[in-house]
Structures are given as structure tokens and as C-alpha cells.
T-cell receptor, first 118, second 114 residues
């Protein structure tokens, strides 16, 4: 079946502009993660959803970042008043189960959205 | 909080050479360990994982990794690399039971010359 898809693949924004990044997880996957990957770095956790519930948003760098998953499938990461330091690749990942008890649960990653803020 | 160090940022090898990529982590408790690979233009994908049991883990495409608890290490190895192994490799660690957030290293870029 189809994997995780993200759109747009590339986004150029002027400083101060709002952007919205979309993630379509694998159908039926309960868990959804957003990561930020700066140039030359590994992915860093932003937020985690279990179905429509945002259980952890501890990685969001500021209150300009907002994520939602209203129907427990598609998710949107919104960044308001973008700054140059927001330039990065934003990765989405989904997994079939919810997390807990140390059970292994592979995350499947999307291709990412490369955001460039000028 | 845990952290992950990948000491080799860029590695260049010729085909058939042996590969070892270093990964050290800092976390005192039970850990789950992963290596991910990202081929040019492709998604990040899982190469292998360690949760418990045999510390020598075998993954896809002939890769293996050894968990050495006393050294807080999880080095990735392959006896003979191929041109198609050219990719970015990321080590990740997740605190044990109940945790769902992996911490990634900054990655190692591997280029294999034919």
C-alpha cells in the first residue's frame, strides 16, 4: 500500500508568512509524529498524536508552531510568522499502534517538506 | 535526557571495503537502539534495531550492529560495502519501556566509490 506522504515537498516562505505542512499517514496508523531536521543534523521530535489526541507537544520550539489531527488521520503542522531559523526539513512518521509498555512499534517516515524562509 | 554521538560525519570508501560507523549514547537506563538509512532522494527507513536479547543484531542488506552496554555503543558494520550503500546513516536511541521519542544522532554521510 501507499506509504506516508507529505505536501508540499518544497516550500519557500518570506519571513513573517504563515505556512501549513500536510502529512497523510499510512491508512489505519494510530500514531503520528512530527520531526524537524535542520541541515546537517538528525531529526528532532516536535509532537506526537495518538489518533486525534495530541499527547505530547514538548518538542515544539515556540508558540508559533501548532499541529492538529482533527479526524485521527491527516495531520497539519502550521508555523505562524515564520523566521529564518525555521528553515529545515519537516518529517512526518506514522506507526500502526499506540505506544506504551516498551513494545516495539516501527515508525514509517514520509519524504519530508523542505521549508526555506527567506 | 539521552543524547547520541556519531563521530564520523563523512566516510568515503571504495567498493568491497569494510565499514564501521560509530554510535555512542548517553543514558543510564534500559535503551532501545536503532540505525536508520536514507538513500539519496528516498525516505528515512529502518535498517536494524535492538530491543533485548542477542546484542549482535542483523539487519537488511548485510548490515549488522553490536550493542556493547559497558561502552554505551551501538556501532554499525558491514564486511563489504557496495556502491548502492551510498547514503546517510542515522543512529537513534529511545529510553526503554514506555518511551516513544527517539533521539537521533546527527548522521554519517557514506559515499562508496565503484
Amino acid at each position: 500500500g501507499a506509504g506516508v506522504s507529505q505536501s508540499p515537498r518544497y516550500k519557500v516562505a518570506k519571513r513573517g508568512q504563515d505556512v501549513a505542512l500536510r502529512c497523510d499517514p499510512i491508512s489505519g496508523h494510530v500514531s503520528l509524529f512530527w520531526y524537524q531536521q535542520a541541515l546537517g543534523q538528525g531529526p528532532e521530535f516536535l509532537t506526537y498524536f495518538q489518533n486525534e489526541a495530541q499527547l505530547d507537544k514538548s518538542g515544539l520550539p515556540s508558540d508559533r508552531f501548532f499541529a492538529e489531527r482533527p479526524e485521527g488521520s491527516v495531520s497539519t503542522l502550521k508555523i505562524q510568522r515564520t523566521q529564518q531559523e525555521d528553515s529545515a526539513v519537516y518529517l512526518c512518521a506514522s506507526s500502526v499502534k499506540s505506544f506504551g509498555g516498551g513494545l516495539y512499534n516501527e515508525q514509517f517516515f514520509g519524504p519530508g517538506t523542505r521549508l526555506t524562509v527567506l | 535526557a539521552q543524547s547520541v554521538s556519531q563521530h564520523n560525519h563523512h566516510v568515503i570508501l571504495s567498493e568491497a571495503a569494510s565499514l564501521e560507523l560509530g554510535c555512542n549514547y548517553s543514558y543510564g537506563g534500559t535503551v532501545n537502539l536503532f540505525w536508520y538509512v536514507q538513500y539519496p532522494g528516498q525516505h528515512l527507513q529502518l535498517l536494524l534495531k535492538y530491543f533485548s536479547g542477542d546484542p549482535l543484531v542483523k539487519g537488511i542488506k548485510g548490515f549488522e550492529a553490536e550493542f556493547i552496554k559497558s561502552k554505551f555503543s551501538f556501532n554499525l558494520r558491514k564486511p563489504s560495502v557496495q556502491w548502492s550503500d551510498t547514503a546517510e546513516y542515522f543512529c537513534a536511541v529511545k529510553a526503554g519501556r514506555g518511551s516513544y521519542i527517539p533521539t537521533f544522532g546527527r548522521g554519517t554521510s557514506l559515499i562508496v566509490h565503484p
